[in-house]
């Protein structure tokens, strides 16, 4: 059974961090590119980052370029999303996602398992 499982969300003050983990289970996590998404109340679900099947190639969503940093640990079947410098409008439920094969995506619609979201909540 396929299985991802977002941890780490939270309340935070503005500017202060948050590192989400997300554990896979029940595929080949390492044929998989990986990725976190987020949605706010009353928008669309929006990419964050994407990591590839090695995790040397990254793609990040410009407005968080510089905050947050995602990586995956392949003997851990895990990724994670370190977010630095948070502000309010990142405020929004987040997904991690898995796409089969190596290269990375960015569009929802390529990804194949989803988990069931973390809420971040920044205050200002």
């Known amino acids: 059974q396929v299985q991802l499982v977002e941890s780490g969300g939270g309340l935070v003050t503005a500017g202060g961090s948050l590192r989400l983990s997300c554990a896979a289970s029940?595929?080949?996590?390492?044929?998989?590119?990986m990725g976190w998404f987020r949605q706010a109340p009353g928008k669309e679900r929006e990419f964050v980052a994407a990591i590839d099947w090695s995790g040397g190639n990254k793609y990040m969503l410009e407005s968080v370029k510089g905050r947050f940093t995602i990586s995956r640990d392949i003997a851990k079947n895990t990724v994670y999303l370190q977010m630095n410098i948070l502000k309010p409008e990142d405020t929004a439920v987040y997904y991690c996602a898995a796409a089969e094969g190596t290269g990375i995506r960015a569009r929802p619609r390529e990804y194949d398992f989803w988990g069931q979201g973390t809420q971040v909540t920044v205050s200002s």
């Open positions: 029940g595929f080949s996590f390492g044929y998989f590119a």
